[in-house]
């Protein structure tokens, strides 16, 4: 185990690999992703190894699959890690190997000088810093997946809840929420939110969470709609049939939301949740753009509307893990239904295909190594 | 009608008093207050004419018939009204005489620099300058009552909810929900809520509806625990058994909690609240003191511990109130089980003699002139 | 005088108008303003009428001019009045005539639902409801203008302060101070101004007095640079001959800004605000904009670098106007020197001129009616 | 070298110990602190060893050697070092051997819950958790000390600045400056600041930071206050002469202040600050207290003045210390003159004796090792 584990202080036998290599889904081409047998990667004195036991995967590893958001050849896709810890860095304290764990898909080391001031997701101050998993070092969809600044990073999992239970913290449910929350909302707050993918369930979630006593939603399938009102939307508005913005203004009596949030990444519903917003609104933004994003100056008032317009990268480190599973074990909000497919990694090729074709009314895909 | 109304703008004779006076419950001497023959007050250009058409009974009311909170001989009491619109000043417009109407027990003016500053409550500058009604103004506890600034406080009142309904709105509801809010709840947060009258009962439904993810809730009395169950508590500790200090404690495995609010008034729950806070948590203080209030050093840190205070006096005006009966309308929290009890304002001695001996489990009482 | 006061509860003769009629300054026709003789306002219960000593032209009002921001023909134009009260509403307490006051260009009322929300210029729920002054009502080039919802409008000048000491107060100042403000510029935040104009200078200032420690600003004028090293400004990038985001990146050693003011009003200036600015960080934003206002996906971090774009319409209020003559008074800031030209009110159309073309150093013309 | 250093990634000669022990000022015995060799401390990978060119006494060490403040027998105290790095533990990154630097009073770990959540004094979820130096582990006034989570702590200091210039960053900078921002001063608010030892004056400073436009300081030493003026002090009170309530009440005219400082931590100071707060204002406490702590209730307003008590720990970590230090390269303000006594580190007994009696106009002593 020498070459595997630099330090001894707490390991656990039956945590280890028995193996010194391990299946991993890694970024091939544009187009291709493959399982590959990758070396287990070596424990520095900061870091922890964790054993995947569940994962799921991101939109966002799909625009890795298809190229539109380059990684290096050969890089472990996935950010969204459900395991144990099967090896402890010399310098992490307080953990135990064998404990259940997540960490979030963003992993801030916690003392660089944006962390320190509270950007996290940003850290070491270039955008989007605190994301590595699967962007910058190898991430999750595999059997192991070395955890930097564990420290910071590692959360145990109440005794209370499962696996499946936990499977949105890292990301999905982080990032919408975080899309409520950089919204400011108030109680008493008509909310607008856009899209329902899972981003945007979490965000119609979070915004119930923060007291807002009405929320509509917009999306193009019906299924969606349909979970959304389980999670806490009043109104909902077929995009596919219907304006959106017209819907909305109509619903508002023509005064618009106070907060509107953006879970999808087209230009087109960043300006309809501009053009629904009330003079001094918050647009609070989660989605990842490409083309052209323009601000509607009639929307935007010229610039003189008040408006405040926010962007949320999903909130990691381990206390924000921490209160996510708190809501999960009390039982305020249950994203059990997100989780529509189950697939083992070694299938993981099968449920990109079917998530990225967004077919058979896929939400998340449970994937289990 | 010359005498009553100066303006003749906007009246609706079916709105207007058929008679010059009216039944209003008013302060004699401590210890007694006794319904009386008063003139209908007449309408200046700002104020708006309210025909009361159901009010309640306020903790601070007992204090004051108590003589303990000092107000004139012959003031009419109360400052939760719900009913509807008589009479317009010539200043006020977006009205209709007819329209049924919430003032909040605190009336700010909105145009004094306090108002202008975001602090309603405390409207022209003096302590709890904003709490007008019953207080240095005639109250509500009558047939009619005269509503200052009327722009800034005529609240309507959705189709869809009854009177009995939004008769939380002016006070309790928006005090107990000022002191989740002021705390600052996160989502994810342990909050504790010491008492569980109806200020402490919507305490609890507020940190609920900000998205605490965990709420301990102390009271003596079980009643008033098994409604908090309702209201989103998740853990109870009674005080008449238990010492809440140590339950907290151990509830939260000595990390102690987030927020605690107080909503009791009595030195010994300020303490309680500032024991079971972690550093750099905030006591949220509802109640009204009497006696010494004293900050105990060591759950003080001596000053050290990154700890916040705030108190928060009932927040009032028409925006307030319309956001609350949001909540109310699109059924976030139901607030109906806190009328126990209902008098028509002929029998309002009576009602406050059940009140104030807190008798036969009584929360609050609408009475109906 | 009839026709002229409805009230005369508080008239002192010596402030009043000898005459029926005044002078103002009206807009004709894209390209024509033109002094007219215009009935002096009748006042109504909630108005002042104010005796104009001292105004000044904004750049709006330029845009008015031209054609560029539509008004209605005869309206009188000019948002920025010092003066004396010459006339009080029924319904407005507090004020003497014969005070010497200023008002702000934004007259919100206080007691709308926005106003009592804290989005005070956008009183009345519509984009920008809050500014009347020479847009929805006539306005201050003029020798007399009504103040609307005077009770929240009407700010006495502390009698060390001499008109011109304050002419900056109703909007450039707080424009200015209110971009440094919605920035929420912290102890030790490097910030950078884009264009030096009147509000960008002020913006600058505003920043100073906020604590930022490093301020960078961005002009191609010579002059207005100077100006702004006066003001608080501890690097100057002349956009004349130098390109802003690299030079900005260059000072800053490639970190950027923490926060970006756009003062200006260029899709070009507020794409360099959010280049220049880091991850996490806030473009605060000034400028009125036309043309197409683009969001660059690089520096925006195709939505994922925890920007805040946020825009700030002059605040405005008596409390607003207080604090700024405060820290006038108390020698925080001088903007004596923004004044560069004074004319009387009957030569306004050549100070049009002037400040149009913005000949022979101008900052600010001080019209004296 | 093998017992000091258990890495030698990064060491250069140049700044190591040439003996193996080195002076240190330990706790004896209350009433008792003397100069010890002590061994140079190990260390370990998230560590660093710094050479301290420069230190200070706190009033907190005074509290410590007179058994007040209880700490080990033999603890070396102090907490205000500037230094040189002389080692890296093998997981700190991004530094080098030799270079200058300072570290916070308070070392947060920035990776415990408390410090992901923001509150990083209270590191570890323990009442004042990241006060670490001279409290829990081995002080600055020492030729050597061990910085705890380097990573976060170690702030090299700008060229441009001399080590005693940035000797006040450490903490009373932090603290005082802290006092403003905790208090949300905001532009055109007045402060007032009771006590103008070392953190009091840094408050006044910090106050005239962030933009108050009137500051009013207490104390009872003339040259306190004159040193106050020089530091941002509009008006100044002489408590030995004057009642600070009275005199604070009338300068602003009955009003009371937006914002109170405490810097002083006696529960009389505490009370006034209270007593002169404006009904929604801030207590904003930075003094240690001890004895019986009580809030006045007609001050409090019977918990009903929507007042906020917040106390202020140092913030620590380098990010912090870089924005101190960023204020002073640009010349926001200047605490050399706080320094007004030297004494080498050989005579440290002697400047505590001098400090603690505050004898000679002293306010800082700077230790030279």
Not at 226 to 236: I, N, P, Q
Not at 299 to 322: K, Q
Request: aromatic fraction near 4%; include cysteine.
């Amino acid at each position: 185990m020498a070459t595997l584990i630099r330090t001894n202080r707490d390991v656990d036998e039956a945590f280890l690999p028995t193996a010194r290599t391990m299946k991993a889904l890694v970024f091939a081409k544009p187009g291709v992703v493959e399982l590959r047998e990758k070396p287990i990667p070596a424990v520095g004195p900061t870091d922890a190894l964790m054993r995947v036991t569940l994962t799921t995967i991101c939109g966002t590893d799909v625009h890795i699959l298809k190229g539109e958001y380059p990684v290096r050849e050969g890089l472990t896709i996935g950010h969204e890690p459900v395991g144990v810890i099967a090896a402890l860095g010399s310098a992490v304290t307080g953990y135990r190997v064998g404990q259940r764990v997540i960490a979030g898909a963003i992993t801030p080391c916690g003392q660089c000088g944006p962390c320190l001031d509270g950007v996290h997701s940003q850290c070491g101050g270039k955008a989007m810093g605190g994301w590595r998993f699967g962007n910058t070092i190898d991430g999750c969809q595999a059997e192991f997946v070395l955890v930097p600044s564990a420290q910071a990073n590692l959360a145990p999992i109440p005794d209370t809840l499962t696996d499946e239970q936990v499977l949105m913290c890292p990301d999905i449910m982080s990032t919408g929420f975080g899309g409520a929350e950089s919204g400011k909302i108030r109680i008493g707050d008509t909310v607008a939110v856009f899209a329902q993918g899972p981003i945007g369930l979490c965000a119609t979630a979070g915004a119930r969470l923060r007291g807002a006593s009405r929320i509509i939603v917009v999306d193009r399938l019906a299924g969606r709609l349909a979970v959304a009102r389980t999670l806490g939307a009043d109104d909902v508005v077929d995009a596919s049939t219907t304006d959106p913005v017209e819907a909305i203004m109509t619903l508002t009596k023509g005064r618009g939301v106070d907060v509107a949030i953006e879970a999808l990444g087209l230009p087109q519903t960043f300006e309809s949740a501009l053009r629904v917003l009330r003079p001094g609104g918050t647009l609070s933004s989660l989605g990842v753009y490409s083309g052209k994003l323009t601000l509607p100056l009639d929307a935007f008032a010229a610039g003189l509307g008040d408006h405040t317009i926010v962007t949320t990268l999903c909130p990691g480190g381990h206390e924000r893990m921490r209160r996510l599973m708190s809501t999960l074990e009390h039982g305020r909000v249950d994203l059990r239904p997100l989780v529509t497919h189950r697939y083992p990694l070694d299938r993981i090729v099968e449920a990109y295909d079917l998530f990225g074709a967004q077919r058979d009314g896929v939400l998340k895909v449970a994937i289990t190594p």
